[in-house]
């Protein structure tokens, strides 16, 4: 769980000799992360049930069930469950290791919530940075 998110793992990326991953994850109505840009990997969202809004660079994209959406590395992005009922992504990542950051944040205590300073030390580790709303 991070940013109210429910993340599972479906694919990592050593069962792929690195090429991808992939995530399902659960979002609640008008959740989603913070605006962050990744350094290595690409992302290609399928949305399983909801209806989303993407932000990429300065587009905004709103995808429903069935919609596939890309999001390429070095693009500021972010996304948000527009819905009044959680919604379910499937989230490929290419290449994969990233998954591994949420592996990490699972390991944190869980009786304490998440210091954003810490989480974005994990997410430095593995090439993403947060970025100030505008």
Known sequence: NIFGLEIVG????????GAYS?????????GGPPLHV???????FYVLQGT???????????AREGDLVHLPAHIPHNFRNVGTTPGMT????????FE???VEID????DQPLAPDQVAAIAARYGMR???NE
């Open 130 to 132: 947060f970025l100030p």
């Open 90 to 97: 499937m989230n490929t990542m290419t290449p994969g290791g």
């Open 38 to 44: 990744h350094d290595h990997e690409d992302e290609l």
């Open 10 to 17: 479906k694919v990592m990326s050593h069962q792929t000799n």
């Open 107 to 110: 390991q944190l205590p869980k």
């Open 22 to 30: 992939v995530v399902v994850s659960t979002t609640p109505p008008q």
């Open 100 to 102: 591994q950051f949420f």
């Open 52 to 62: 989303y809004e993407f932000r990429c660079g300065d587009e905004t994209i709103v």
